[in-house]
């Protein structure tokens, strides 16, 4: 069957719903995560009495924690990348013994369709191959409907997202990232901004300094997305100065923890590290902000997912690409104009100067223009 027949074959299906167990499987960074959730509310409109189950990685399992519109989360647990050399032959009975309870529970489970939004790696090949399913939409069975749709790598990665359902034939339109938090997330941070002193009174201002390491860096400061960690000082004192503003400093890594100690210990007062929160508590915690400041990183994709407004600062990676969906006016994008920016990390580019060039007066300028348009009164301390 052609891939044309298959989906015409699937939309029928999906259009008498007859589609009544479906395995969503996204991609595996926290940013892409987050921006294929609401396919899970969508499908779960279209197909009200399916069982919808997912299937990620421990990293970003915490994003789908609480989700309602699921009714069963697997993991799974993807391996390092070594040469196999002469060992390749055995990787199926080393993935066999990997993935056997989890195979064996998804037939169980008897699944009609697949949707997998991450590319077939090694060890989706496998389970693709071993778990019994109808139909199995991703990348390569659906590759000649992307082309005829124009959906390239330089499109939106929401809008990417949802041609895999316009594919089976639902209406899909853009939707924000949808995270859920708990009633113990919500007291956690809540019984955590007591005891810092914060109120709902406060203008709060939340700040991710660093991003995610890729796997050819060893440290934060050779990151090419971070901006330049000594700059922060001055822009949070602006910030404090002019807006009475409280500084929350987030980042769970070690090194993003570190760098937040040594930048609240050159503010002082009104600086405060919070380093050790889940997705969904971080994501709390960010809904009681006025403001989030943050690199192209996870954080950008739990603010947007939260709906506050927020000061993105891009290099290297192309905003058009990697913005998440916001409501209008709700995201203010801070780039250098140099010409060979967005190289989306491919540049052999040592001096990074697309995020070392960006100003502290561009930035707290962009700062000054969100806080002004989204809150009625923001008052600058008077000196």
């Known amino acids: 069957m052609d891939e044309k027949q298959y989906l015409q074959t699937l939309r029928?299906?999906?259009?008498?719903?007859?589609?009544?167990?479906?395995?969503?499987?996204?991609?595996?960074?926290?940013?892409?995560?987050?921006?294929?959730?609401?396919?899970?509310?969508?499908?779960?409109?279209?197909?009200p009495d399916a069982h919808i189950s997912i299937l990620v990685t421990p990293y970003t399992k915490d994003i789908v924690k609480n989700n309602p519109y699921l009714d069963k989360v697997?993991?799974?647990?993807?391996?390092?990348?070594?040469?196999?050399?002469s060992l390749l032959p055995y990787v199926p009975f080393f993935y066999k013994r990997l993935f056997h309870t989890l195979i064996r529970e998804l037939n169980r489970?008897?699944?009609?369709?697949?949707?997998?939004?991450?590319?077939?790696?090694?060890?989706?090949?496998?389970?693709?191959k071993h778990v019994r399913h109808r139909f199995l939409?991703?990348?390569?069975?659906?590759?000649?409907?992307?082309?005829?749709?124009?959906?390239t790598k330089q499109a939106p990665m929401y809008h990417r997202n949802l041609f895999f359902l316009q594919a089976m034939g639902i209406d899909a339109r853009q939707a924000r990232g949808q995270l859920y938090w708990?009633?113990?997330?919500?007291?956690?941070?809540?019984?955590?901004?007591?005891?810092?002193?914060?109120?709902?009174?406060?203008?709060?201002?939340?700040?991710?300094?660093?991003?995610?390491?890729?796997?050819?860096?060893?440290?934060?400061k050779e990151a090419k997305k971070v901006w330049p960690i000594e700059n922060y000082p001055e822009i949070l004192k602006r910030m404090i100065k002019s807006f009475n503003a409280k500084i929350i400093l987030t980042g769970v890594q070690k090194e993003e923890a570190e760098a937040n100690r040594r930048i609240q210990a050159q503010v002082g007062e009104g600086v405060h590290v919070i380093s050790r929160t889940?997705?969904?508590?971080?994501?709390?915690?960010?809904?009681?902000?006025?403001?989030?400041?943050?690199?192209?990183?996870?954080?950008?994709?739990?603010?947007?997912?939260?709906?506050?407004?927020?000061?993105?600062?891009?290099?290297?990676?192309?905003?058009?690409?990697?913005?998440?969906?916001?409501?209008k006016g709700f995201l203010r994008e801070v780039i250098t104009d140099i010409g060979c920016r967005p190289c989306n990390l491919e540049a052999s580019c040592e001096e990074n100067l697309c995020m070392q060039k960006m100003r502290v007066d561009d930035v707290f300028q962009a700062i000054s223009a969100h806080l002004k348009a989204h809150r009625k009164k923001v008052s600058p301390r008077k000196r």
Do not use: W
């Not at 697997?74 to 050399?85: A, D, Q």
């Not at 489970?109 to 693709?128: A, M, W």
């Not at 889940?278 to 809904?287: E, K, R, V």
């Open 182 to 220: 708990s009633p113990a997330d919500k007291d956690c941070i809540d019984n955590l901004f007591t005891s810092l002193s914060l109120s709902d009174k406060d203008l709060i201002i939340a700040v991710h300094a660093g991003c995610a390491k890729s796997k050819k860096i060893t440290s934060l």
């Open 278 to 327: 889940t997705i969904n508590q971080f994501a709390y915690l960010l809904s009681k902000c006025a403001l989030m400041l943050t690199t192209d990183t996870g954080s950008l994709h739990v603010a947007a997912a939260v709906g506050i407004p927020i000061v993105a600062l891009f290099g290297p990676t192309s905003v058009q690409q990697y913005s998440p969906f916001v409501p």
């Open 12 to 47: 029928k299906e999906v259009k008498k719903r007859r589609i009544n167990k479906i395995l969503v499987i996204p991609r595996d960074r926290i940013g892409d995560c987050i921006s294929e959730t609401p396919l899970l509310s969508i499908l779960r409109r279209q197909l």
């Open 137 to 151: 939409i991703n990348r390569d069975t659906i590759a000649q409907y992307l082309i005829d749709h124009g959906v």
């Open 109 to 128: 489970e008897q699944i009609d369709l697949i949707v997998s939004l991450l590319r077939p790696i090694r060890e989706l090949r496998y389970i693709f």
């Open 74 to 85: 697997y993991i799974y647990h993807r391996k390092k990348r070594f040469k196999m050399g």
